[in-house]
């Protein structure tokens, strides 16, 4: 059965503190994996897709990288406004392209 | 600039009474999905539309029903909501040829 586990479940961080956050996953045939941010009380905003292992993208404080079970989005020198629920999501091969979510990271980052 | 729109933001309803939700595209995307999304969960995906060809997972509950009269618009009915149907709902499309997924800002679904 496809799985999707990230950890931490939650994260408080100081301002300038730099971490990465962990998606592992199961799937039987890799589409593509997706980051979203999730603010309270809204839908899901797109960050990063990545399709193969050893691809990296890059936007502002954040890159995601992928390897054959797991992908990390870390983030450097975080600022309170980076603040949300960062989700993790599976795209299978087949299958009408449907998202399995993990619960996501928690993060909070403290001035 | 919305490009999903999800109606209402908020819905409070009573417990056993029919609730329709309601989400509308700019995109002219061809896939429109609805996935419930419970405090501290992972969305899970409810049921999704290609073009007119409705497709159900497998442990979507009966009481969830589904529409889409046209490319724009989708609805979720819920025949008989119960206290565990209490939840984040949110809609996404996505184009047939690309893997962009736009979600809608959710409805906070709330049942008394």
């Known amino acids: 059965e496809d799985q999707v586990t990230q950890s931490p479940e939650a994260l408080r961080l100081q301002e300038g503190e730099s971490s990465s956050l962990n998606c592992s996953y199961t799937v039987s045939g890799l589409r593509g994996l997706f980051w979203y941010r999730q603010d309270p009380g809204k839908g899901p905003e797109f960050l990063f897709t990545?399709?193969?292992a050893g691809e990296e993208k890059e936007k502002e404080r954040l890159k995601a990288t992928l390897t054959k079970k797991e992908s990390f989005l870390h983030i450097t020198a975080p600022k309170p406004e980076d603040s949300a629920t960062y989700l993790c999501?599976?795209?299978?091969?087949?299958?009408?392209?449907?998202?399995?979510f993990g619960a996501g990271t928690r993060l909070a980052v403290h001035p | 600039d919305a490009m999903v729109i999800q109606n209402p933001r908020y819905q409070v309803t009573q417990f056993g009474k029919p609730v329709t939700l309601s989400c509308s595209q700019t995109?002219?995307?061809?896939?429109m999905y609805w996935y419930q999304q419970k405090s501290s969960q992972a969305p899970k995906l409810l049921f999704h539309y290609y073009d007119k060809d409705f497709n159900n997972e497998a442990d979507t509950p009966d009481n969830f029903q589904s529409r889409r009269p046209n490319t724009s618009f989708c609805f979720l009915d819920i025949r008989s909501p119960g206290l565990g149907d209490a939840a984040m709902y949110l809609c996404a499309t996505r184009t047939g040829a690309d893997n962009g997924y736009t979600f809608g800002s959710g409805t906070r679904l709330t049942v008394v």
């Open positions: 995109l002219n995307h061809n896939v």
């Open positions: 999501a599976v795209q299978e091969a087949g299958g009408y392209n449907k998202l399995i």
């Open positions: 990545l399709y193969s």
